[in-house]
Antibody, heavy 117, light 112 residues
C-alpha cells in the first residue's frame, strides 16, 4: 500500500535551517510529481512546492521562494525540503503529498516544525 | 493566486440531516487539458487530510456515497446527504489547475 512518512521536524531557532525528508513506499516514486504542503497550528492548508519526476521542474509558493528548496532522490524513493532562514511564521505541520495530476491522492502523517527562540 | 472562498465556515448539523458547503474560485478552474481540478478533502481532528472528491465529482474509493460533489467553472458544492457522527471534521476545497494550488479556508462541520 502507498505510504509516505515524513521526518526531520523539531524545534529550531529563528534564522536557522532544517531539512525534512519524506520516505515513499508502495508505488513507483519516480513516476509521480511530489509536493510539500504545510498547516500552521489551528490554521488552513498551504501548498509550498512541487517537483517533477526528474527534478527538471520545481515551483514554489511566494511565501517560501528563495528560502526553501524541494528535491528528490528517486534511487532512495525520498523527497526532501531544505528550509533556510526560518521564521516564526514557518511554524507548522509539514506534509508531503503525492500528485497524480491536479490533486493529492495520498498524504503523509506530517512532521511538526516549531521555530522559536 | 487563485482565491478559494468557502461558505459557511462553520456548519452545525443535526444527525441524519443534509449538509452543503459552497466553494467559489476567483477564476475558472477549467484547465487547458479540459479537466477541472477541483478537489474536496476531509480532515478529522489530529489527522492528515483525506481526499473525498477529485475533478469536481469523482468520489474516492471507500468514501461513502452520501458524499457528492458538483459544480463547474468557478462554483462548486460538496453535499452530505445524511450527516453521521464520523463526518465531524473540517472540509477543504482545493484547486489544482493553477500554480500555486490553493485551498479554501475550511468549513468546520459538527453536530448540533
Amino acid at each position: 500500500q502507498v505510504q509516505l512518512v515524513e521526518s526531520g521536524g523539531g524545534v529550531v531557532q529563528p534564522g536557522r535551517s532544517l531539512r525534512l525528508s519524506c520516505a515513499a513506499s508502495g508505488f513507483t516514486f519516480s513516476t509521480y510529481l511530489m509536493h510539500w504542503v504545510r498547516q500552521a497550528p489551528g490554521k488552513g492548508l498551504e501548498c509550498l512546492a512541487v517537483i517533477y519526476f526528474d527534478e527538471n521542474k520545481r515551483y514554489y509558493a511566494d511565501s517560501v521562494k528563495g528560502r526553501f528548496s524541494i528535491s528528490r532522490d528517486n534511487s532512495k524513493d525520498t523527497l526532501y525540503l531544505q528550509m533556510n532562514s526560518l521564521g516564526v511564521e514557518d511554524t507548522a505541520v509539514y506534509y508531503c503529498a503525492r500528485d497524480p495530476g491536479g490533486t493529492y491522492d495520498y498524504w503523509g502523517q506530517g512532521t511538526l516544525v516549531t521555530v522559536s527562540s | 493566486d487563485v482565491v478559494m472562498t468557502q461558505s459557511p465556515l462553520s456548519l452545525p448539523v443535526t444527525l441524519g440531516q443534509p449538509a452543503s458547503i459552497s466553494c467559489r474560485s476567483s477564476q475558472s478552474l477549467v484547465s487547458s487539458d479540459g479537466n477541472t481540478y477541483l478537489n474536496w478533502f476531509q480532515q478529522r481532528p489530529g489527522q492528515s487530510p483525506r481526499r473525498l472528491i477529485y475533478k469536481v465529482s469523482n468520489r474516492d474509493s471507500g468514501v461513502p456515497d452520501r458524499f457528492s460533489g458538483s459544480g463547474s467553472g468557478a462554483d462548486f458544492t460538496l453535499k452530505i446527504s445524511r450527516v453521521e457522527a464520523e463526518d465531524v471534521a473540517v472540509y477543504y476545497c482545493m484547486q489544482g489547475t493553477h500554480w500555486p494550488w490553493t485551498f479554501g479556508q475550511g468549513t468546520k462541520v459538527d453536530i448540533k
